[in-house]
């Protein structure tokens, strides 16, 4: 582990026009010129000489060829190096904590995993983390000094000023952990803390280059039920950094209602659609899960879940995560087999949570809306035609203009994936706040 900090591994470029350079030829695959760019960013062609230079220098991008254009002498163009710097997502899960290694493209270059610790020693988390980041960042082959930072994704609720894990539902014994800091300290990286549903939603933005919406919500389904905003191009964080609670709005649960026990009973979607609830549904329904050890005595979530975050669903009652999660597994290889009662029961699972987005979609005037997280991509087939026509055909929908409805791309991992981006966003993509920065 690292006795000091690599130095100011996440800086600012040096100002507001090498971002907005940066980020033009982030999001523009084919490369572009010198020329393209001024017109693009509206800086000036000397800006834009002085800014690519400096760029180049510092191995971001590179020239790659030139071509002829009409009139005149060839342009050179402007591509990234993606395998120049690097960035660390974690993403904290009640049953296991992903790490990933992103290039500044957004690729993924290595994975691994680790169990979740128990924060009874906090020192403990720490030390499994660090361990964890080092080892991704050695095997990986990167130069450690490449690494701009560490991102994590944590449950809520957070306090992402002081970076601590405050009280997540079901992380029952994690309270008041200081982990942004001490990761810090731990591996010599800086490191930031975001909500999960947050980091998700920043991922798909940042990776998302030309085609990146304006106004989206993402909605995260995974250990419990939440949702990423992003406004304007801009994630919506809330006052303490905790916004995207979603597991109390209140829905038609349609045939998830009442069964198998009282979970749900107030129509909250948190409550009604836990994993753990689901796959006891499913059992009752006579899904075939191979054997995956999960059934009607697999824990419940209870009435009272809030399930406003990836790992909110819970009233204290003991889950065995890893015995539900098997049983996804199972859940999503009867709907690739084709199974009729896990398609129906995946639809009815798309159908609830569409009927609430549908709140979030009026509330925000939003235009697009992903679904996404490690246990919506196992049944995304059946689901996401489901939620989307309970979205677009929904009664109450308020929007004259299309509302688009996705499946995120980022697979499983998508949390990991999007706190990695948390530090290339913060590195890496123009802030109007950074003008007051000497260039």
């Known amino acids: 582990m690292a006795e000091h900090r690599r130095g100011a591994n996440l800086p600012s470029l040096g100002g507001f026009n090498r971002t907005v350079v940066l980020d033009a030829v982030r999001r523009s695959p084919e490369g572009l010129s010198r020329v393209e760019l001024a017109a693009r960013t509206g800086l000036s062609p000397q800006t834009v000489s002085n800014v690519t230079r400096f760029l180049i220098d510092a191995g971001m991008i590179v020239e790659s060829g030139t071509v002829v254009s009409g009139r005149g002498k060839?342009?050179?163009?402007?591509?990234?190096?993606?395998?120049?710097?690097?960035?660390?997502?974690?993403?904290?899960?009640?049953?296991?904590?992903?790490?990933?290694?992103?290039?500044?493209?957004?690729?993924?270059?290595?994975?691994?995993?680790?169990?979740?610790?128990?924060?009874?020693d906090p020192d403990q988390v720490v030390r499994t983390m660090a361990a964890a980041v080092d080892g991704l960042v050695r095997r990986s082959?990167?130069?450690?000094?490449?690494?701009?930072?560490?991102?994590?994704?944590?449950?809520g609720p957070i306090d992402a000023a002081a970076g601590v894990v405050l009280d997540p539902p079901f992380l029952p014994r994690w309270r008041d952990v200081a982990l942004r800091d001490a990761l810090g300290d731990a591996t010599g990286y800086p490191v930031l803390l975001e909500k999960d549903v947050t980091a998700a939603a920043v991922g798909e933005m940042f990776l998302a280059r030309e085609s990146a919406a304006r106004d989206f919500a993402f909605v995260y389904f995974g250990t419990g039920f939440g949702v990423g905003l992003v406004v304007d191009h801009e994630p919506v964080r809330g006052a303490g950094a905790n916004a995207g609670d979603a597991g109390h709005i209140m829905v038609d649960q349609g045939f998830l209602a009442g069964t198998p026990d009282s979970a749900g009973g107030r129509g909250e979607v948190g409550a009604t659609v836990t994993p753990d609830r689901l796959v006891r549904i499913a059992v009752e329904r006579g899904v075939d899960l191979g054997g995956a050890g999960v059934g009607a005595g697999a824990g419940s979530a209870g009435a009272g879940a809030g399930a406003g975050s990836a790992g909110e669903a819970g009233a204290g009652v003991a889950v065995d995560l890893a015995a539900v999660d098997r049983a996804w597994d199972a859940i999503g290889a009867a709907i690739a087999a084709?199974?009729?009662v896990a398609t129906t029961f995946a639809a009815e699972v798309g159908t609830v949570m569409g009927r609430a987005v549908v709140v979030i979609v009026n509330l925000l005037d939003v235009d697009r809306v992903v679904f996404g997280g490690p246990f919506w991509s196992r049944i995304a087939t059946a689901a996401l035609p489901a939620a989307?026509?309970?979205?677009?055909?929904?009664?109450?929908?308020?929007?004259?203009?299309?509302?688009t409805v996705v499946e995120s791309r980022r697979g499983t991992d998508v949390a990991a994936v999007g706190a990695a981006c948390l530090v290339l966003d913060a590195a890496l993509s123009p802030r109007a706040s950074t003008m007051l920065i000497a260039h």
């Open 338 to 340: 084709g199974d009729p």
């Open 141 to 155: 082959g990167v130069a450690p000094d490449t690494v701009l930072g560490v991102g994590i994704a944590s449950p």
């Open 388 to 403: 989307a026509a309970a979205i677009t055909g929904s009664p109450i929908l308020v929007p004259k203009h299309p509302v």
């Open 74 to 120: 060839p342009r050179t163009i402007l591509r990234l190096e993606a395998r120049s710097r690097f960035a660390i997502g974690v993403h904290v899960d009640p049953a296991v904590v992903t790490y990933v290694l992103l290039d500044l493209a957004g690729a993924v270059v290595a994975e691994s995993t680790t169990s979740t610790p128990s924060a009874e």
